[in-house]
């Protein structure tokens, strides 16, 4: 019976942009990749948690702007693992 070996693709820590450009390349031109969703899921998404980019643009709820006391704490920390 014929086997398959599966190769992890070249992915190291610092990402290249070079070889991400080539496997890229290289999966558009040998592979057919699906652009069909699968049986069941929704076309459209409605829900009150979908958001777009306009809806948050300008808003800024979701960061945090540190203290001086949070700053001090985390420096604190740093200190003691180093």
């Given at each position: 019976?014929?086997?398959?070996?599966i190769?992890?693709?070249?992915?190291?820590?610092?990402?290249?942009?070079?070889?991400?450009?080539?496997?890229?390349?290289?999966?558009?031109?040998?592979?057919?990749?699906?652009?069909?969703?699968?049986?069941?899921?929704?076309?459209?998404?409605?829900?009150?948690?979908?958001?777009?980019?306009?809806?948050?643009?300008?808003?800024?709820?979701?960061?945090?702007?540190?203290?001086?006391?949070?700053?001090?704490?985390?420096?604190?920390?740093?200190?003691?693992?180093?």
């Amino acid at each position: 019976m014929p086997t398959t070996t599966i190769q992890q693709a070249e992915i190291e820590y610092h990402p290249d942009l070079q070889k991400w450009q080539a496997r890229t390349k290289r999966r558009l031109e040998r592979e057919t990749l699906s652009k069909d969703l699968p049986p069941g899921f929704p076309a459209k998404l409605d829900s009150p948690l979908v958001w777009e980019g306009a809806d948050i643009q300008g808003r800024y709820e979701w960061t945090y702007s540190l203290t001086e006391a949070d700053v001090r704490e985390v420096d604190a920390a740093l200190l003691h693992f180093k």
